[in-house]
């Protein structure tokens, strides 16, 4: 397939739509973002990689890092992770608290910020310390991006600090129904780091490669995770990567994916490709507008859905 | 692939889990079922069938009938449906009447009960009654499944009707908020009327193949539904079709796939066949403890999942 | 006191108000009353009456009904009633469904409506029909207010049928936790009509003579409560009377007293006299908005609050 | 009266009810109490006191110390305080967070968690530090009840502030819905100070006289509180000073009163007397069961009460 074609033509036809969605900006270092940037790629399981637009520009990876930090803690829990969260898809703007106290303090799903938080409660265990475990998370996303240059925007993770009280209300809830092992601010400063990872779109496609190929990167041919828990983690991805628009993303695009507020969307082909799409601008469910639309042309162009 | 001996491998091994789940209780009718029955029928886009076990055995549809009707509503009023009903996955339990007065009395999506009531008023609209309304969602069912000896278990649809006051909850609340058309007990003696038929996995297998088939029958060629229609309703399927472990199912089985508390599920895999399993005994999500892990078995041995 | 004086100032003195607040508009039959009224009468112990404005027009009681028909439950089954309804206050439009399903179908108290249903499921028992039980309570009525013209108006009782939705979500649900004896419909049937009876303040004034004087009328001598049954019910006129406004009352007027969305409000002073006052328009609780500030004035002229 | 007399009535009925209710353990200063203790004491507007049992004892206040904080905040801020907190009863364990997130941040009232943490925020305005605010707060505790030996527990505090996640949580969701100034943090070790006073029944009781004299100390003649501001407080004591079972001591006791999970109970006879009562042992409201009672008695015995 002429992926470079077809790269061009969703550039194209996105174009359109510029101004129609609206940057995050409940923290200013994500407000200030230039809205109109687009940016597409590919990586092909031998390596190779297609893109379109600002492909090396770093971005805030923000909810995208919970598919990573969900990998770590489940190679260090397996799954007994599962006691503390679960895998069913769950509406996030009305869960949030409400649900989260009906069902005792356990969240719904790990891609939910309720458990994202107890993901990286889980990591925090046999580390010393909040910044080694940040460390650990920093290291195995250079690795499955191949670049040690990945490093984080100390802006975005401060001020994520600073104003993150409804999370810090998720967390001290699952801590009062002893859900979560560590103290809830410890817990977020390690969160809001890992939210604050930025990357461009052709380390994050080549960084999705190893849940295209069964959890071993198929380039290193080193193992990351075990076959089963990348399935685990597409079948996530595909009922409750997209918060409220999970189910949407599911019918119009049909892949597993994860989107976060900084304006990236990840997505797999199992066994043929990992994608990253880049537009800042955000639809009313907080996904990247552009991002969902090119990827859905995406699909249609190339016959590409799991359905 | 030798579809018989893989059936025949599954029956084995789900013989030890007898005994480990519960038929439905909740209505006289459905709790005096045999719990020890075991039936499994795949149906292959030429027609084609396989089976094992009590494969003409006549059970309750329950809610497999609400892809049904779902068809049908998408059918006669196109988009226009999702005004009245979402697409998003919900915890069932727990949103029933708390997410639904939260949000207005919009339902998440067509195969919680609440949305599946409001599919039905939506089937009742242009019709002079409920017992044509129910008359047209029989001939559907009879004609996919090419037969009409189909028809429903009056006790069961009578004794849902006398002890359906949560349903009558729902649909009162969606009625206050002008989410339905007409009065609330009209649609749910249409509702449970369509609930009460009853069918053997046999013909639920072969009932499937249209939207195996992007919506098109594959034996008859009549279009049934557009193909965009029926890939939503296999996404919802996917993400919506198991209550709370829809998560859990898409996970271990892969397939989108529906259940109801008598002990059916149905699934397709795009392309290859529709598959019903029938086993009265429910896990604590309300599916078939040992129709769930057929499939599970199925997809595991054939190879035949999306992820 | 010259309460004649005091009654003739408060009417002065509210007149600037009118047009502040909304009429009931959920039913055509409260929809059309005149906005512009205003009466307000009180009830000695010996029956000398005070009275201005409107006070023979006839207007809907609606909830004010509510505390006869808990009279006559708690005669008829004692604190048993109170297995089936709870007597602690409750946010109104909060509670609701939401509140309702948290506690598995026991409503906070008698005056929401949920309560009030569950109180008129109880005076069923042991009647041979709907019918039966509204006269008992419409005789109840008529005793307690010395006047056997007392009637309903049908309209009003049928538009509420017709238009009760989320009454009938409520019943059906507390029907699903059983905690109803009788169909939901046949509940409601009864409970509107008891809302649709339409009274005078001059009668609703000495209706309330009763509970100003321990359970007895002191008028007929007749024991119509046992006394710490009438403190009972005034402790919870006091604390839940008036919807989400029950606590500004208390401090405001600083009276037991109950409200209805016809406009009527009525309330007491222990061993001294009962009051009624109507104005149809509605403040954003659903009190009506003169008749709230006349009480406030009343206790403020005359020193008569229990605090 | 012979108040003597009565309390010694009231100590030998409720004799038999030690050992039906259990001391608060949530954290281990309170949990190590000593269960078999009961004292109760009355001060006259002159300053006569009454007592029974260990009237010097000192014991946790806990939430009767916000009584004494709205007050201050009521004082310092006046009616702008009511955009922060309402005056509207609550059921207290089903609210918690699920009504502060359906009601964007505002709690109900003063005397839920939530509303405390509020009214302390409140308190923190203009003040350098958390210290110097709860300074002014025991201050103001000494002042009233003429005794500066007041003093905190400092274990209680610091258990509470290693324990108190669910507060966490409470203060950091108000805080997301900008309902609070200070950090949650801040507040919390403000609040938590506030709670860990320690305080006998003899001090509580005449403490309380400003507010049965319509906000004037009677004794020092200073005036505290405006008097409709005193008449408020005393309203918010009726319907909302027992968590969930405020209808009940509505009705059973009939005064304005507020309970703490320390065991003791302030209550007040309007123009009368102050009122306090220590027992440790809770029912499942969370109330002093043996103190609930003895005010039941000293009612019934006295015939002051507000109904």
Do not use: W
């Amino acid at each position: 397939m002429n992926y470079q074609k077809i790269l061009k033509e969703i550039e194209q036809e996105i174009t359109p739509l510029f101004g129609q969605g609206k940057v995050a900006n409940y923290i200013p270092a994500l407000a200030e973002v230039n809205p109109r940037q687009f940016a597409m790629s590919i990586t092909l399981l031998d390596g190779t990689q297609y893109g379109i637009g600002n492909i090396d520009t770093n971005f805030s990876i923000q909810s995208i890092s919970k598919v990573f930090s969900l990998t770590l803690a489940l190679e260090a829990h397996g799954s007994k992770l599962y006691e503390h969260v679960g895998v069913e898809p769950s509406g996030d703007p009305f869960n949030s608290l409400i649900q989260l106290e009906y069902e005792n303090g356990i969240p719904r799903n790990p891609f939910i910020n309720a458990g994202a938080i107890v993901v990286v409660d889980a990591l925090l265990n046999g580390n010393s310390s909040s910044e080694m475990t940040f460390e650990k998370i920093l290291a195995f996303v250079r690795k499955i991006a191949n670049d040690d240059s990945i490093t984080i925007d100390p802006e975005v993770a401060d001020s994520e600090m600073t104003n993150g009280y409804r999370n810090l209300a998720l967390a001290s809830l699952m801590k009062s129904f002893q859900n979560l092992y560590h103290h809830p601010i410890t817990v977020l400063q390690t969160y809001f780091k890992q939210c604050a990872i930025t990357m461009t779109t052709a380390q994050l496609s080549r960084a999705m490669l190893y849940l295209t190929n069964a959890g071993t990167d198929p380039i290193s041919n080193e193992k990351l995770t075990a076959s089963h828990r990348a399935k685990r983690i597409n079948a996530i991805m595909l009922t409750c990567g997209h918060y409220d628009a999970s189910g949407d993303f599911a019918f119009n695009v049909g892949l597993p994916g994860k989107s976060g507020v900084g304006g990236g969307i990840v997505a797999i082909v199992p066994g043929v490709m990992g994608i990253c799409v880049y537009a800042p601008e955000l639809n009313s469910s907080g996904n990247s507008l552009i991002g969902t639309k090119a990827l859905e042309l995406f699909t249609t162009k190339t016959g590409l859905s799991i359905f």
